[in-house]
Every structure is written in structure tokens, then in C-alpha cells.
């Protein structure tokens, strides 16, 4: 079948195409919450009183976590789980891939008189044993050295995994090595968490709290993704392969008239968003907002705020169930940070902010901050951090699809930079210059009709330029890419705000104990913070040239690719921070720095080869053969006695050679790839593939502008963008 055939059937298809009926469509939404998950609810319902008592202690409080009760909750587990239907349950993890990592075993196990009974003991729910060998890990193991080790993770629910076929009973683990060492996204989570919960509580007893409870993370990570129908897909093997377009020429219409943010939702993609926030309750994910995003075919949903260790194992939960959903109806969801040049990528906005049930959220400002004195500590220590450490925040969300990203005039630049508002700046500003009196107040807007309610102006606007902004009531770290777990941002910021709050609470007991009464003490650490790292603090437009030259004045980093940023992981400030609160071992940092890089240069590799084969054996021949057609068109006008001169045959013929020659080179560059360590490899990538690539894809986009429709083999940005 040739290419625009293969076009012509998949828009056949996609305008064909019918929304199905969602099974669980007559139940309450409401009902479905948390059907699939063996949560507190069940657990209570399940379990002898003290052994609930137990195990709600370990995930409410943080206390130590007593193995005699596996039996018991291993076998509710089990019976819970047959009555849904499960056969087999499944260790889910998270390497270092960023991906989620199952291993499935049946609950049946045959006795001694060969007949088989279900089965599932306390020593298998809390660990398990996959190969380690086989993900990877930095150096840390060798393929020789396959021992690896999965334990339960009982701060994060069990849950049921649907299948036409049969049902499987999920248990989230942490993933490490013979040697303890970790080789997942969790367990540096999880210890980042305990390390900020240590310090902020130790914080909060400073300010004469004697009901301190644990301090939690919390994080609601929205998400972009792009939907194109599913015959597209399978139709464009460069998505196939890598997620994204390799090639494509603008379309005539793109996001120009700012009319797809907010638009009305096309039936079909309603259909979809319906189902997965169906599917999403079911598996106790809190889904609360839907709606489309900037560009054409690109799309949002976001959770409500849970806490970060739970939150990054349901936003994993969620890419699956996403693309799940989206195959039954018709469709692909693409989660690359830049499936489509030229239109807006996507990214994965993490909220996030910390509190307990005492002392409620502690980022939230009050009407009066300058008299939330508490609430300014906490602020100050995410400043110290941010401008200490923005180098390492930078590397946490690095990758070669979000290198499209940040930078651009859509997402937040390279440099790392905070954003207050009017209201907070200015309280800051007043403790600068010796203490805060006032805080600005909110207004009200008057709207002219009658009939519209007084609508209240919150004291400061919002910057959507700025990678970490003050929200309100919390901070939204906007770097992170689509297809990124949150753990890694999510370990940096724990582990920077343990180390800062560590600092404050430092000071305040240096100088309280020399004498100086509490008030005075916290005006002086707030004055010292504001002075020393006030430079990362910037309330305009991120997007502009002229703050490039000014971060670069005030010091700040512009770590423009991954290549850039990941070093500064493993510099000696990051290693003793890592290690002074036990989150990453210097031999871990290492392995997750080379593992990074190493992923980096593959995946440049891998879209290297593919732009070649796609350019070689599908956009080179199609331009051929319409060469062959203009020129015999040529040669039959001349024969004629007419004007043979046809300036399309001299554009296109001029459009080919700029492909042949682009493709040796880039064929060249591949053949040479080569590196003595990850960094010299990923250089590499960056200095001679990334060019290379970007020099077929002029020659080939512009192809596409000038060969006939009916040869040009693969579907179009206007098609894949605007047919659903």
C-alpha cells in the first residue's frame, strides 16, 4: 500500500470512528472511588483491630513498620484480592528507567497431595526478588551480579489490576540491590521524606508546637499529554519508535489563534477523559480537572493534592491507565515532552507543599503573611534552597525529550528562578530593610452589570514564565517533562528543604541560646536568608532576553541541556548533601548521574537511526519518484515546443540533493558514535547527532511542501492535530 493510500485509509478510519460504551457507565463516580484498592477502608474492615492499629500507625505516623503482622494482612490481602478476581499478584516497581516494572507470580501452589490452593505468605508480601541485572543502574551492579531485592511499601495501597482475561493484585515495593543500594525511583522517596519530616519537626517545636505530628510532602502533579487517533500512529513509524515526530512541516494552522485553551472538548476525547477518570477512581486516583490544553490534540488532567510518596506511585499508575484507556478508544496518548515541533510540549506541573493534621498546611499565608511568622520560616527555607541548590532542582528534571521543552516561549526557562508575587515580595522586601508591618490587601473587582457578583482581586497575580512560583497556598515547580516520574524532582526538593529548615532551626537555637528572644532571633535569620539568596527570587517574564543577562549578573545557572545539568549531581556540595541526610550514598548519585546520561545518548541514537531508515526509505523515494514525474513532464512540455522552465522541478530537485547529502552525514555521525563514559557519549549525541538529525528534517519538511499529496507517505501535522 502506498503512503498516501495508507493516509487516505486512516482518515477513512478515524472519521469513522465510534465512541464505545464505558462499562461502568450507569455507577455514580462516586461509587467507583477506591473499589481496586486495598486500602484503610478495607484494611480496617479485614484486619484484627490491632494489627490495623499497627499498620495505620506506619503509614499515618511514620513508626517502624512490625514484620509479625505480614501473615495476617498477607492473607486478607489474598482473599480480598481472589474475591475480585485475581489469580496472580505482582511486585510493581520503579526503576531507574522512569517506567514501572511488574513481576507476576500465581497465588497457587500445589500441596502435598498435588492439588493446588491459594496461597500468598507474610515473607512474600514483604520482599521479593527480581532480577537486578537486567535495569539500569549506573555501575552498581554488574550483569553478572543479578541478585535484587523488592520490599512492600506499605505507606502506598495495594490494588487490582483489570484484564479482560483475569485480574491481577498490584503491591508497590521499593526495588534495591544484594547490597542494599537503591536501583529505583521510591526508596530515595521515601528516605528524602523522612529526612524533611525529621527537620520540620524539629522546626515546628521551635515555634511551640507540643503537638507535632509528621510532616508530609504533598504533591498534585498536572498533566499534559496529546491524543492522535491510533491509525496515525501505527501509520508514523518514527512515533512508534520514539514518541515523537522526527518529521513534519508546520501546519497552516497551528495554536496561533489561542482558540483549542479551554475550548469545548471534541465528543470523542470527552469520551475518553469520562472513562479514565472512571478507571482513575477505581484505583483510588483523585482526578479533578480536565480540559484541552494550548495546542491542537493536546490535553490536561489534574489530581488532587495527595502525599508525594503516594502521589508519585498513582501518576505512574496514571501514564499506564492513560494509554489503556486511549487504546479502547481509538486512540494513542502520546506523553513525550514534544511530540510535535513547533506546538506546545507538554509538561508534568508539580504542586507541591507540606503540613500535618496539626498544624494543617504549612505554606499556607494567611491573610496577614507578614504576621504568619511560622509560614515565612518555611517560605525562607525554600528560597535558601531553590538558590542553593537550583543547579541540582535543574538536573532532577533533565532528559533528552525535555530539552525541547524548557526554554521555549511555552515552558519555564533552564534557569531556575522563584516567583513570590507582589504581596509576598513585598513582605519580604519590608523584613530586608528591618521587619514587616503591613501585607498587601486583597481587592475587589468592580465589574460594571449589576447582575455579576463583587468578584475578590487576590493581592499578587500568577507568573506562568517562572519554573517555581508561589501559588497561593503552595509551590509549583514547573520544569518537570510529561513522561518524567515526580520521584526525582520530589527527592531534590524533600532533600534541600530537610537541609535549609535544618539551617534555620540551627540559627534560631544558635541565637536564642546566646540570649535573644525568639521574635528578634527569627527576624534576624529571615533578614540573613532574603540577603544572602534574594538573587534567585524574580518576579517578571521568564521568557525574555533580557533576563538571560540578568540571571547570568545575579549568578544564576542556565543549564540549557541535560548534558549542562547533570553534572552538577554528583559535585561535592550534592553528594555531602545527599549523603549528611541519608537519601543517596555518593556510589548511588554517581549511578543515577551515569544512568541519565547514559539514556540520554541512547535515546538521541535511537531517533538518530530512525530519522535515517525513515528518510531513506520513505521520504527520499517518494521525492524521487515525484522528481521522475515532473521531469518527464518536463521533457513532454519541451518536446511540445513550449517554455520547459518549471520551477517547482528546480526547487524540489534542489530539496533532494539537501536530503542525500544531510542523510550521508547524519549516516556518518552514527557510525562514528562512540564515547569513553556516558558524558563524552552524550556530548557526542548532543554536539554531532542533534544536528545532524536537524538538518534531515529541514531538507525533509521541506519536501513536504512541495511534493504531490498523493505520494507523501506519512500522515501530516494538519491530520494528526485536528482529526479525532
Known sequence: MSGSISRREA??????????????????????????????????????????KKISATIDEGVALDPTIADVVANAMKDWAVEKG?????????????????????????????????????????QGEPDASSFPNGGLRGTFEARGYTGWDV??????????????????????SWTGEALDKKTPLLRSQQAMSKQAMRLLKLFGHND????????????????????????????????????GAKPSKGQEFDDHYFGAIPDRVLGFMIDLDRELFKHGIPSKTRHNEVAPGQFELAPVFERSVLAHDHQQLMMTIMKKVAENHGMTCLLHEKPFAGVNGSGKHVNFSLGNSNQGNLLNPGDTPHENVQFLVFCAAIIRGVHK?????????????????????????????????????????????????????????????????????????RNRTSPFAFTGNRFEFRAPGSNQSISDPMVAINTILADSIDFLATE????????????????????????????????????ADAWQEEAAARGLKNLRTTVDAVPFMAEKENEDLFEKYGVLSARELEARKDVILEQYALTILVEAKETAEIAKTMILPAALRYQGELAGIAVNV???????????????????TALGTALASLEKGIEAFHGESELEESTYALETLIPAMAEVRVAADTLESLVADDLWPLPTYNEMLTIL
Open 508 to 543: 534560631l537555637e544558635t541565637l536564642t541560646a546566646d540570649g535573644t528572644e525568639f521574635n528578634a532571633a527569627v527576624q534576624t535569620v529571615l533578614q540573613k536568608v532574603i540577603t544572602d539568596h534574594g538573587a534567585v527570587i524574580f518576579n517578571g517574564d521568564g521568557y
Open 86 to 126: 485475581a489469580s496472580h499478584y505482582a511486585h510493581v516497581f520503579y526503576p531507574l528507567t522512569g517506567f514501572t516494572a511488574e513481576k507476576h507470580d500465581s497465588f497457587l501452589e500445589p500441596d502435598a497431595s498435588g492439588a493446588s490452593l491459594a496461597e500468598f505468605q507474610g515473607k512474600t508480601l514483604l
Open 212 to 247: 507535632v505530628d509528621t510532616v508530609v510532602s504533598y504533591a498534585g502533579a498536572e498533566q499534559e499529554y496529546f491524543l492522535i487517533d491510533e491509525h496515525f500512529y501505527y501509520a508514523r513509524p518514527d512515533i512508534m519508535t520514539t514518541s515523537r515526530t522526527l518529521f
Open 638 to 656: 519541451k518536446a511540445a515546443g513550449l517554455d520547459a522552465a518549471n520551477p517547482l522541478l528546480t526547487d524540489l530537485s534542489t530539496a533532494v
Open 389 to 461: 541548590y537550583g543547579g541540582l532542582l535543574r538536573a532532577s528534571v533533565a532528559s533528552a525529550s525535555n530539552d525541547h521543552r524548557l526554554g521555549a516561549n511555552e515552558a519555564p526557562p533552564a534557569i531556575i528562578s522563584i516567583f513570590l508575587g507582589e504581596q509576598l515580595m513585598d513582605v519580604f522586601d519590608q523584613i530586608a530593610k528591618g521587619g514587616a508591618t503591613e501585607s498587601k490587601e486583597s481587592g475587589v473587582l468592580e465589574l460594571g452589570v449589576d447582575s455579576l457578583p463583587p468578584m475578590k482581586a487576590d493581592p499578587g497575580d
Open 155 to 176: 505507606t502506598s495501597p495495594a490494588y487490582i489490576l483489570e484484564n479482560p482475561a483475569g485480574n491481577t493484585l498490584c503491591i508497590p515495593t521499593v526495588f534495591i
Open 11 to 52: 482518515i477513512k478510519a478515524v472519521t469513522a470512528h465510534s465512541t464505545p460504551e464505558c462499562a461502568t457507565a450507569q455507577a455514580p463516580l462516586a461509587d467507583l472511588f477506591g473499589v481496586n484498592v486495598f486500602d484503610k477502608s478495607a484494611m480496617k474492615d479485614r484486619l484484627p483491630k490491632s494489627v490495623f
